[in-house]
């Protein structure tokens, strides 16, 4: 088990790409036309988890924290539902570009340049968001187990991830970086990707039970992701601490 969740190679590839965040046809385009389906499904799936009763500034007593941030492309959104959101990075760069954007929106959003196991917080959250991360971590295990101590009892986490599939390398990295180009070359490596069965063994020891999974989809002609019940390369986990 390793002391720290941080992989150098991989911070250092998105701060150099960090200005680029706030671009929706830049590099972050993917996360841009993402972004809709993950708000949603965050939104519906929270508001049903803790029995809220208004769909309008529904997550007001709610606190999250958005774990690899980036450049507050979900931050922002959760602070606008009505959350206290806390944000961390463990780049420099993405963290001064999610304090910039979020000043000129007039959002209040308190972002720290840090990793999980290295968060020195004693507040506990009622949401963790783990979007797009685990398959940039140093070590899993340890990265879940350092997310969970600030996971409030029956709060949730969001781990959305790539599946480890054959389809997954021919989509995520063949089809997504080299043919189509949506991706720098080299952001995924298929190697560092994450089957369901092995996230909730992780989580089960770590406190958090397995609540539900769904699988998220590209349609190349709408161009839109949707949820969908395919999780060969896309899906988000949802899990509950006991």
Known sequence: MKSSTINKKEIDKFSKIASEWWDPHGKFEPLHKFNPVRIKYIKDNSIKHFKIKTYNNPFKRLKILDIGCGGGLLSEPMKRLGADVTGIDASLNNIKVAKLHSKLKKLKIHYICTSPEKLDLQKKFDIILNMEIVEHVEDVEFFLKSCSKFLKKNGLM???????????????????????????????????????DDLARYAKKNSLKFKKIDGVVFNPFKREWKIDNDRSVNYIVQFEKI
């Open 158 to 196: 969001y781990v959305a991830t790539l599946n480890k599939t054959f389809k997954s390398y021919l989509f995520a990295i063949l089809g997504a970086e080299y043919v189509l180009r949506w991706l720098p070359i080299g952001t995924h490596d298929w190697e560092k990707f994450v089957k369901p």
